[in-house]
C-alpha cells in the first residue's frame, strides 16, 4: 500500500496520526494542504517531508500559483529536517532548467520519490554489510517506509539484515509522545514478519546492561559537517549509553539528509510543538492543569559518539566535505 502516491495533479497520503488502528488518507489539492499535511504529522520522518513538499511545488506550478511564495511555506512547515529544504532546492532547479513547464515539475518530483527508494535499497545493503552474524538491534522513533519514499534508512538497514539472515531481533523504542516507534515502527516490522519489541524510551540501559543489544541505528534530520547529528529527541541518551556499554552508534541516512552549511551541530533548528501532544493521552490530561510542559522534538548527538554513517555512498565519517565524500 502506498503512503505517498501522486494522482490525478492531486497528493493522496496515508494518515500516519492514525496508524495503527486505522488506514485513512488525506488528500492534499493544492501546497496550502501539503503544507498543512506536513505541519500536522499527517505524513512526517525527514525524507517523507521532503518528498512530500516536491509534489506539493509541482501542484504549485499545476495551479500557476506563486512558487516562491509557495517554496517558502513549504519551507515554513517543518524546521529540523533539512530534507524539506534539499528537496525545494531541487524543485527551483528544474524550474531556472525548464522555464516552468508543469510536466517537468510532475517528473522531477516522481524522480525524487524514486530516487529515494532506490538509495534507501542500497544503503540497507552497505548497513546490513557492517554485521558478520546475527545481531539484535535497537532503533528509535520511525525510520522505516514510512518515514521515507519507501523502504526506509535505519529500518531498510534492518530489512536488509533480516534479508539477509542476520538479524535476530529489534527492540523498538516508543518513542514519546508521538509514538512514531510503537505505533509506525512496529507496524512495519509486524507487517514484515520481522521479530520485534517495542520497549518504553527508558528501558535501553537495561537491555544495553544485560547484553542483549547488539547495536544501535537510527535515522537522521540533519547532519552537520563534523558529524553532530539531530534526530528525535531521546537519540543522544542512545548514544551515550551505546559509548558507555561499548556497543556501536550508527545513523542511516541519505546525502539529502547532510547541511554541509552548517560546521556543527550547534547551528540546527530545533522544533518544539505544542504542550498538549504530551499533555493528554487518547484526549485525557496526564499532567495538572497549571504545568507547563517542555517539547522538544529533536536532539543533536555529537557526531563523536556515532560509529559512522551509512549512506546510498557506503559508510561515511566526518569530517564531510562536498557531494563527492
Ligand atoms: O517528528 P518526526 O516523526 O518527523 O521525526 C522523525 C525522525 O526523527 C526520524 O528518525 C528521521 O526523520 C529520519 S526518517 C528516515
Not at 49 to 67: C, N, P, V, W
Not at 103 to 132: C, K, P, Q, T, Y
Not at 261 to 274: K, Q, Y
Request: hydrophobic letters at 45%; a negative charge; aromatic letters at 8%.
Amino acid at each position: 500500500m502506498e503512503h505517498i502516491l501522486w494522482k490525478n495533479d492531486e497528493l493522496i497520503l496515508m494518515d500516519q496520526r492514525k496508524l495503527p488502528g486505522e488506514t485513512a488518507f488525506v488528500t492534499c489539492k493544492t501546497p496550502d494542504d501539503v503544507a498543512a499535511a506536513i505541519r500536522n504529522m499527517v505524513v512526517r520522518g525527514a525524507p517523507a517531508i521532503g518528498i512530500t513538499a516536491a509534489y506539493g511545488l509541482a501542484m504549485s506550478a499545476i495551479l500557476k500559483r506563486d512558487f516562491d511564495a509557495d517554496c517558502q511555506l513549504l519551507l515554513d512547515s517543518r524546521p529540523t529536517a533539512v530534507n524539506l529544504r534539499w528537496a525545494v532546492e531541487r524543485m527551483r532547479d528544474c524550474r531556472n532548467k525548464n522555464h516552468g513547464k508543469s510536466d517537468f515539475f510532475v517528473a522531477e518530483a516522481i524522480e525524487i520519490h524514486r530516487e529515494d527508494i532506490e538509495m534507501n535499497r542500497r544503503m540497507g545493503e552497505f548497513g546490513a554489510s557492517l554485521f558478520s552474524k546475527p545481531v539484535t538491534i535497537l532503533t528509535h522513533c520511525n525510520a522505516g517506509a514510512l518515514a521515507t519514499g519507501g523502504y526506509g534508512t535505519a529500518l531498510g538497514v534492518i530489512r536488509s539484515l533480516f534479508n539477509h539472515g542476520k538479524l535476530k531481533e529489534v527492540f523498538a523504542d516508543e518513542t514519546r509522545p508521538y509514538l512514531q516507534g510503537a505505533r509506525l515502527t512496529a507496524f512495519e516490522l509486524a507487517k514484515a514478519g520481522i521479530p520485534h519489541r517495542v520497549i518504553t524510551d527508558n528501558s535501553a540501559g537495561y537491555f544495553m546492561a544485560k547484553g542483549e543489544i547488539d547495536a544501535v541505528i537510527t535515522g537522521a534530520d540533519r547532519v552537520a559537517a563534523n558529524g553532530d547529528t539531530a534526530n528525535k529527541i531521546g537519540t543522544m541518551m542512545l548514544a551515550v549509553l551505546a559509548r558507555h556499554f561499548e556497543i556501536p552508534f550508527y545513523i542511516a541516512a541519505p546525502w539529502s539528509t547532510f547541511d554541509l552549511s552548517l560546521a556543527s551541530g550547534v547551528g540546527i533548528p530545533i522544533e518544539e510543538r505544542g504542550r498538549d501532544e504530551v499533555a493528554f493521552i487518547n484526549g485525557k490530561s496526564i499532567v495538572p492543569d497549571n504545568s507547563p510542559v517542555a517539547h522538544i522534538g529533536f536532539d543533536v548527538t555529537p557526531g563523536n559518539l556515532i560509529s559512522g554513517f551509512v549512506t546510498e555512498k557506503g559508510i561515511l565519517h566526518p569530517p564531510f566535505r562536498t557531494d563527492s565524500d
